[in-house]
């Protein structure tokens, strides 16, 4: 059992580049999300799915696309890449919630994405 | 809105002293509270989570948090610290979103250096 994976680990863009980053898991979860770290900020959420086929936007999404094509797949791309977009970016995945309950958000070990 | 914020960036304490790191929040219905650890170049760990069950809630690592509506605080503590505890903490604040998810909103952290 994998958990949830992140490819790739590092990746170094130029301005106006375009990239996917992947997310996987393997815990057959329902919703899954992506965020960005940057230092002094915490994680800020970008995007998020609650099934396949579903996304919705979170709280930073400009500039940024996703994909939930498979349940267990959810893609985070960059058009066209800016230095602001320098970042961590972390993937995370959880259970579909039962009424009344909370279900604990798993995370992926980061990406860490410089633009120049 | 939902929000908490976390008093100190940086906190270092020597090894086995008290560790004590702050999170208050800001919530207009009784919220859902976190603690997670971030370890050097990994991803994020749930250390503990508050759910309207007891107010003093045991993690994992000998960690616990209590929750104190009175001053809206859910700090972290520790009787005595390892030098495997230096890591960055983050307290979070969840809320139900429209389709029925969890969405987290995270702190700014706390960066942890234990004192040999």
């Known amino acids: 059992n994998a958990g949830v994976t992140q490819t790739p680990k590092f990746r170094v863009l130029k301005t106006g580049q375009s990239m996917t980053l992947l997310c996987a898991q393997d815990?057959?979860?329902?919703?899954m999300y992506w965020y960005r770290q940057d230092p002094g900020m915490g994680l800020r959420l970008i995007h998020y799915?609650?099934?396949?086929?579903?996304?919705a936007k979170g709280e930073v999404p400009d500039g940024y696309n996703v994909s939930r094509l498979k349940k267990q797949n959810f893609l985070l791309g960059l058009e066209s890449a800016a230095p602001s977009q320098t970042s961590v970016y972390f993937c995370?995945?959880?259970?579909?919630?039962?009424?009344?309950?909370?279900?604990?958000?798993?995370f992926g070990p980061g990406t860490r994405l410089t633009v120049l | 809105a939902q929000s908490v914020t976390q008093l100190g960036s940086h906190v270092s304490v020597s090894e086995g002293a008290l560790v004590l790191l702050r999170c208050n929040y800001s919530?207009?219905?009784?919220?859902?509270l976190f603690w997670y650890v971030q370890y050097p170049n990994q991803g994020l760990q749930l250390l503990l989570k508050?759910?309207?069950?007891?107010?003093l809630v045991k993690g994992i690592n000998g960690f616990e948090a209590e929750f104190k509506k009175s001053e809206t605080s859910f700090h972290l503590t520790k009787p005595s610290a390892h030098m495997s505890d230096a890591a960055e903490y983050f307290c979070?604040?969840?809320?139900?979103?429209?389709?029925?998810?969890?969405?987290?909103?995270f702190g700014t952290g706390t960066r942890l250096t234990i004192i040999p």
């Open positions: 995370a995945s959880s259970p579909q919630r039962l009424a009344g309950g909370y279900n604990e958000q798993f």
């Open positions: 815990m057959n979860h329902e919703y």
């Open positions: 799915s609650v099934g396949e086929g579903t996304t």
């Open positions: 919530s207009s219905v009784p919220p859902y």
């Open positions: 508050y759910t309207s069950a007891a107010t």
């Open positions: 979070a604040v969840s809320r139900i979103a429209s389709f029925g998810n969890e969405k987290l909103t």
